[in-house]
Structures are given as structure tokens and as C-alpha cells.
């Protein structure tokens, strides 16, 4: 059974950084794809990163590329979002999920079978 737990949100002040986790207690990994997803308040829920189930490819949303990197621990069963050049506009709440092999596109959230609970990201400018 897959179980996903974030940790790693804070209070941060705009240009600084933060490393989110996501740990999959079922230990399952090796045979998931993780992705992480925001939302804020008012707005609906938006792609964030992803890794493939390989761990060879990861994604990005386009507002994110080169201020945050996507790496997992098969070891460790977790997955890490490292997040720098942090911006208000990041606010948000984080979330990390796990989809299941197949044919699909990581950028979807309905592609996901298992999500976290969430950890909030508050950058202050």
C-alpha cells in the first residue's frame, strides 16, 4: 500500500530556498513515477515537477525550470523537490503524488493514483 508523506514547507522569504520531501512509507517506489503539484488559495491545483518511472526523465512547469529540481532515493523511497530563487508567487500549498506504470502523461494530475496530504510553502517578499 502506497503511502505518501511531505514534509520540508516553511515560512521563507522571496530568493531563498526550501527542500521538500515525500516519503512512500509502503515502499512501493521503485515502481511509481512522482510528481508534485501546488495550489494556491482560489486557484486550482497545477503541475509542478515530475519523475518518470524510470527515474531517467523528469518534467517541469515552464514557471519553475531552473529554480527547481526534481530527484528521488529508490533507496530511501523518497523523492525531493529542491526549490530555490523562491517568489511569492510560489505560495502555495505542495503536494507529492505517485502514479502507477503506464502510458500517460506526468503533467495530468488524473494520472495519479496516490497523493501526500500536503505541505505549505509561504514565501514572503
Known amino acids: 500500500q502506497v503511502q505518501l508523506v511531505e514534509s520540508g514547507g516553511g515560512l521563507v522569504q522571496a530568493g531563498g530556498s526550501l527542500r521538500l520531501s515525500c516519503v512512500d512509507s509502503g515502499r512501493t517506489f521503485r515502481s511509481l513515477a512522482m510528481g508534485w503539484f ?60 505517485a502514479s502507477t506504470p503506464r502510458i500517460a502523461n506526468l503533467r495530468r494530475s488524473d494520472v495519479y493514483d496516490y497523493w501526500g496530504q500536503g505541505t505549505q510553502v509561504t514565501v514572503s517578499s
Do not use: H, I
Not at 512547469?61 to 531552473?66: H, I, N, Q, R
Not at 526549490?83 to 511569492?88: F, R
Open 38 to 97: 501546488r495550489q494556491a488559495p482560489g486557484k486550482q491545483r497545477e503541475f509542478v515537477a515530475a519523475v518518470s518511472w524510470s527515474g531517467g526523465t523528469t518534467f517541469y512547469a515552464d514557471f519553475v525550470k531552473g529554480r527547481f529540481t526534481v530527484s528521488q532515493d529508490n533507496a530511501k523511497s523518497t523523492s525531493y523537490l529542491q526549490m530555490n530563487s523562491l517568489k511569492p508567487e510560489d505560495t502555495a500549498l505542495y503536494y507529492c503524488a
